[in-house]
């Protein structure tokens, strides 16, 4: 049974830092290092919507437009976890952050296979 458990969450002023941790727990279908792995955000009153992803048989990362040059995704392949930093937090990055794995790529929201049970970010003006 894979589980994902997130943590890093909270409450921060605008212009402030937070990173957030995403541990894989369990035995994927593939090694941790050629999953995709990414973040979705839910803000309040709308739809989930993509973050940031990295898809192994392309080594590409992909940011959201909004978040591009102020968060990073990485991942550390021995402890099985993936991180996300985000720099100079607006508060329109305030959301339900969930981290997001699929034994290909975690672009296509709807066929991502494990999900994280979410952790909040709220970034206050």
């Known amino acids: 049974q894979v589980q994902l458990v997130e943590s890093g969450g909270g409450t921060i002023r605008a212009g402030g830092s937070l990173r957030l941790s995403c541990a894989i727990t369990?035995?994927?279908?593939?090694?941790?290092?050629?999953?995709?792995t990414g973040w979705y955000r839910q803000p309040p009153g709308k739809e989930r919507e993509f973050v940031a992803a990295?898809?192994?048989?392309?080594?590409?990362?992909d940011y959201a437009n909004s978040v591009k040059g102020r968060f990073t995704l990485s991942r550390d392949n021995a402890k099985n976890t993936m991180y996300l930093q985000m720099s100079s937090l607006k508060p329109e990055d305030t959301g339900v952050y969930y981290c997001?794995?699929?034994?290909?790529?975690?672009?296509?929201?709807?066929?991502?296979?494990?999900w994280g049970q979410g952790t909040q970010v709220t970034v206050a003006s």
């Open positions: 990295y898809t192994w048989s392309s080594g590409r990362t």
């Open positions: 997001a794995v699929d034994p290909s790529s975690v672009r296509n929201r709807d066929a991502v296979r494990y």
């Open positions: 369990g035995r994927p279908s593939s090694p941790f290092r050629t999953l995709g």
